[in-house]
């Protein structure tokens, strides 16, 4: 598939664009989950707290424009390493009433019923299973496991050498280097030196720049 996953931001609070958005996660090197939650669990009052979780899509680069129409032109990829170590991984596609669902909302009525339910050791595998089925089983009538999303629940903290790759419009790239430049230089906040990208750009494309990227940084150690 990918060695990198991705968060597509969108317009909206605390920004009303979504590249601002964007540039404002860079700045402070935090992830923070929506209102939301995710997972098999996420309805329970006592336990909904522990199903928000920041999601990421691990379709390949080269087929992202299917991603970008839900979402913006703006996004964040790590390395799929980086985002195991943080505690987050893939999500579970069940398919609604099968034996596994079945077995699954089991489970679940017993954590939530016993006597210190909040505690379960079952809340850390919800998060990460999301029930599916058709149009005649709403809710689960979306088929979204085209997305091949992972989630890291909570909140992510990362560096600005945690990140793989940017996604922005190309015409925005020079635009974008020259203000981590200017951040770093003026000590205003990170700067971000990976790869840019464009999300609309093809394989080869995307292989060029990848390739490019790598020979200049190596260049670059090498004096």
């Not at 390493?81 to 398919?95: A, C, D, E, K, M």
């Amino acid at each position: 598939m990918s060695d990198f996953v991705v968060h597509f931001t969108k317009p909206g609070a605390p920004f009303h664009d979504a590249y601002q958005n964007m540039m404002n996660i860079l700045g402070t090197r935090t992830l923070i989950p929506g209102a939301q939650g995710f997972g098999l669990a996420r309805k329970e009052p006592q336990v909904a707290e522990r199903h928000r979780a920041v999601c990421f899509s691990e379709i390949p680069l080269d087929q992202l424009a299917r991603l970008v129409q839900r979402r913006s032109l703006y996004g964040i990829g790590f390395r799929k390493s980086f985002i195991l170590s943080q505690g987050g991984g893939p999500v579970w596609y069940v398919q609604y009433a099968s034996p596994a669902h079945l077995s699954l909302k089991h489970q679940v009525d017993q954590a939530l019923a016993a006597p210190d339910s909040r505690a379960h050791p079952l809340w850390s595998m919800t998060p990460f299973v999301d029930i599916q089925g058709d149009s005649h089983n709403a809710p689960y009538n979306y088929r979204f496991d085209w997305e091949r999303e992972w989630r890291v629940p909570g909140l992510l903290r990362f560096t600005e050498y945690d990140v793989a790759v940017l996604f922005l419009p190309e015409e925005l790239h020079a635009t974008a280097r020259g203000f981590f430049e200017w951040a770093v230089r003026e000590k205003a906040g990170p700067g971000y030196f990976c790869p840019c990208l464009d999300p609309l750009w093809n394989a080869p494309r995307i292989a060029e720049a990848l390739e490019k990227h790598a020979e200049d940084s190596a260049r670059l150690r090498a004096g």
